[in-house]
């Protein structure tokens, strides 16, 4: 059975910067395709950056050159840098990774969830 474990998260002044960490532990076959999104209070979850399995990155419009998505498919780990943080970046932050089950089939897994607080 495949676990996300993330870490990391935490209160940030505005300006400062935090990095969060997501490992998959338990029988976790090969990493394709990995994802931070966050879900601000009363709001929808949202896509934060994405990278792809070439090492395409992908990032929300809000969080251009400040937030960096790096991955390490080896360790089974997705990294989230966040830089210059604004109160607005306020959110619970999840982590999703694409897991190979077998080569033809994937699956999607969710991180519990770990807060990011930033302060005005």
């Known amino acids: 059975q495949v676990q996300l474990v993330e870490s990391g998260g935490g209160l940030v002044q505005a300006g400062g910067s935090l990095r969060v960490s997501c490992a998959a532990s338990?029988?976790?076959?090969?990493?394709?395709?990995m994802a931070w999104y966050r879900q601000p209070p009363g709001k929808e979850r949202e896509l934060v950056a994405e990278?792809?399995?070439?090492?395409?990155?992908k990032y929300a419009d809000s969080v251009k050159g400040r937030f960096t998505i790096s991955g390490d498919n080896a360790e089974k780990t997705v990294y989230l840098q966040m830089n210059s943080l604004k109160p607005e970046d306020t959110a619970v932050y999840y982590c999703?990774?694409?897991?190979?089950?077998?080569?033809?089939?994937?699956?999607?897994?969710w991180g519990q969830g770990i807060q990011v607080t930033v302060s005005s």
């Open positions: 999703k990774l694409e897991i190979y089950r077998n080569p033809h089939m994937r699956d999607d897994y």
């Open positions: 338990g029988s976790a076959g090969r990493v394709n395709h």
């Open positions: 990278l792809a399995p070439w090492g395409t990155t």
